[in-house]
C-alpha cells in the first residue's frame, strides 16, 4: 500500500486491490469530492504530479483524469489547469454509464437532412403518378424514359457514355452486384477507403473477397492490392477529403487495368451538387469497353425509402445484365420509376442538389468557426452526403474523443469507422460529423460540447505527445 501526502488529500491505491490501479484512483477522488475534502473550484496536481506521489504510470493518471473528466467531477481552465468541478457542474453530472439514446445528439453521416425537401414536389409527383395505374411489369432494363433522362444526367456530368446503356435497378447493392458480375465474376474487390457507409453496405452486399487501399491522391498502380480483379472508387472525390480526383489518380487506374486486365467501377452517389471546378471526365473514358461501369443512386438527395438506383454498362453486356435482374426479382415498381422521372424533369432533383450544397457548406462553416481556435490538422469541405472530417492532432486520438462525447450525450463517429481495414492510417486520425439535419442553434451547442472537450483532453495531457501507457488511445470506435 502507498499513501503520499503531497497531494491535497490521502489517496490510497494497492496493487493487491481487484480492482484496476485507474479505478482505485477514480474511486479515492471520488470520495474525496464527494465528502467535501476537495471543495468545488480547488486546483488539482497534474497528472505528472499524481502519478509520481502514487508510484504509477502517468497514462493511469491520465486515463483516470479522463474518467473524472467525462463524469463531470472536474473540469479544466484554459493554461490554468485542472480543478474541481462547481457545485452546478457536480450536480448536474453525467454518470459513466451512456446517456439515454433520448438524450443524444447524433453526429453520425446517415440522417438526410429534413430542412428544404421539396415536400410539394414529392407529394404532386406521387399523386401525378398514382392517376394511372401500370397495366403491365416494369420493363426489364427500366422504364424507358427513365433510363434515358439518367443516361443523359450522367453524361452531362460525367461525360462519355457512348457505348455504354443504363439500366434501372432496385438498390445500390443490387445495381453493383449486377455490374460486378458481369464485368468480374468470382474475383476479389479492391475498394479505396474511407468508404461512405452506403457504399460499404452495398460492397458487403456483394458478397465479394474485399481488399482495401488508401484512396490518397498520390495512388500509384501498385497500390492496389494484387489479388484484385476489380476496382471500386467514387467518382469525383476523395471521401472525407477536400481533393478531387486527380487526371494523375484516374490515369493511374487505367495503367492498372492494362497491366492486370481487371475491372473498374465507379461508384456515383448523388449528393450536394459540387462545384463544376470539380467535376472531372468519368473513368469509362480511360478504361476500355467492356471493363468499366459505373453505379450510382438518388437516396441521398431524395429518400432510403424509395430506392433507386441505376448502372451504366457496356452495350454488349446489355442482355447479360437485362437477364441477371429479371431472374433476380431486382426491377423497381414501376409506379416509383415514374415518380423519380418526374422529380427529374420539373427540376425538383437539380434544385434539391443545389439547396443542399448551400446548408452543407453553411454547416460546415459551423465546424471550421467552432475549431479554430483548436490545433487540428484540417476541417475538409462537405461530402456528397454533407459529412465533415475534423483530423485531429496526434495527442488526441478520436477514438477517446467519440468515447467521452458519447458520455456528455454527442454521438461522433471516427474517421476509423470508414475504413475495411483494422488499422487506418495515422493520418486519418478524426472526427467525422454530419450537422445538416439539426437548425443552426443545435449544430452549435452540439459543437460546444465537442470543443471544450477537446480542449480539456488536450490541457490532461500536459503537452501535445501521445501520453505513455494511455490505455485509450487504441480504442476503436463504436
Not at 80 to 99: E, F, H, I, K, N
Not at 276 to 302: K, M, N
Request: glycine share 8%; net charge positive.
Amino acid at each position: 500500500m502507498r499513501t503520499r501526502q503531497e497531494l491535497p488529500v490521502s489517496i490510497e491505491v494497492c496493487r493487491d486491490d481487484k480492482r484496476t490501479l485507474r479505478e482505485q484512483l477514480v474511486g479515492g477522488f471520488i470520495d474525496a469530492i464527494d465528502s467535501g475534502l476537495l471543495r468545488p473550484g480547488e486546483r488539482l496536481p497534474s497528472t505528472r504530479t499524481v502519478a509520481e506521489g502514487l508510484g504509477v504510470s502517468r497514462g493511469v493518471a491520465i486515463v483516470a483524469y479522463e474518467l473524472l473528466l467525462a463524469r463531470g467531477y472536474i473540469t479544466g481552465k484554459p493554461r490554468a489547469g485542472t480543478y474541481v468541478a462547481g457545485r452546478a457542474d457536480l450536480q448536474g453530472r453525467l454518470s459513466a454509464a451512456p446517456v439515454a439514446d433520448a438524450r443524444v445528439i447524433d453526429l453520425r453521416p446517415g440522417h438526410g437532412a429534413p430542412k428544404g425537401f421539396p415536400i410539394a414536389a414529392w407529394r404532386s409527383a406521387w399523386r401525378q403518378a398514382s392517376h394511372m395505374l401500370p397495366r403491365s411489369p416494369a420493363p426489364s432494363l427500366g422504364v424507358d424514359r427513365l433510363r434515358q433522362v439518367v443516361h443523359r444526367r450522367v453524361a452531362l456530368s460525367r461525360g462519355h457514355l457512348a457505348g455504354y446503356e443504363t439500366a434501372i435497378c432496385g438498390t445500390l447493392g443490387d445495381a453493383l452486384r449486377v455490374v460486378l458480375d458481369a464485368l468480374a465474376p468470382g474475383v476479389p474487390i479492391a475498394a479505396a477507403q474511407p468508404i461512405p457507409s452506403p457504399l460499404r453496405q452495398a460492397l458487403l452486399f456483394a458478397g465479394r473477397t474485399l481488399l482495401p487501399f488508401s484512396n490518397g491522391e498520390d495512388l500509384i498502380a501498385d497500390d492496389i492490392p494484387r489479388q484484385a480483379g476489380a476496382v471500386v472508387v467514387l467518382s469525383e472525390t476523395h471521401y472525407l477529403s477536400s481533393r478531387a480526383t486527380s487526371k494523375t489518380w484516374r490515369r493511374e487506374l487505367s495503367r492498372w487495368h492494362d497491366r492486370t486486365g481487371g475491372a473498374v467501377i465507379e461508384v456515383n452517389l448523388e449528393g450536394a451538387a459540387r462545384p463544376t471546378t470539380t467535376r472531372v471526365p468519368s473513368l469509362l473514358a480511360e478504361v476500355p469497353s467492356p471493363h468499366a461501369g459505373l453505379v450510382g443512386d438518388f437516396t441521398t438527395l431524395l429518400t432510403p425509402e424509395m430506392p433507386l438506383a441505376y448502372l451504366v454498362v457496356p452495350s454488349a453486356m446489355s442482355p447479360l445484365v437485362e437477364s441477371r435482374i429479371v431472374s433476380s426479382g431486382l426491377r423497381p415498381p414501376v409506379l416509383h420509376q415514374d415518380v423519380l422521372l418526374r422529380l427529374l424533369t420539373n427540376g425538383t432533383v437539380q434544385r434539391r442538389s443545389t439547396g443542399l450544397a448551400r446548408l452543407h457548406q453553411r454547416r460546415t462553416d459551423l465546424v471550421r468557426e467552432a475549431f479554430e481556435r483548436l490545433p487540428v490538422r484540417s476541417v475538409t469541405s462537405p461530402a456528397f452526403d454533407g459529412a465533415t472530417a475534423v483530423r485531429l492532432p496526434p495527442s488526441l486520438p478520436a477514438a477517446r474523443v467519440a468515447m467521452h462525447a458519447r458520455r456528455r450525450g454527442v454521438q461522433v463517429a471516427c474517421i476509423a469507422d470508414f475504413h475495411l481495414s483494422l488499422l487506418p492510417q495515422a493520418a486519418d486520425n478524426g472526427l467525422v460529423l454530419d450537422l445538416t439535419y439539426l437548425d443552426e442553434a443545435a449544430a452549435r451547442g452540439a459543437l460546444r460540447v465537442l470543443t471544450r472537450l477537446c480542449r480539456e483532453l488536450l490541457m490532461l495531457s500536459n503537452d501535445l505527445g501521445d501520453p505513455a501507457g494511455d490505455e485509450t488511445s487504441g480504442m476503436m470506435c463504436g
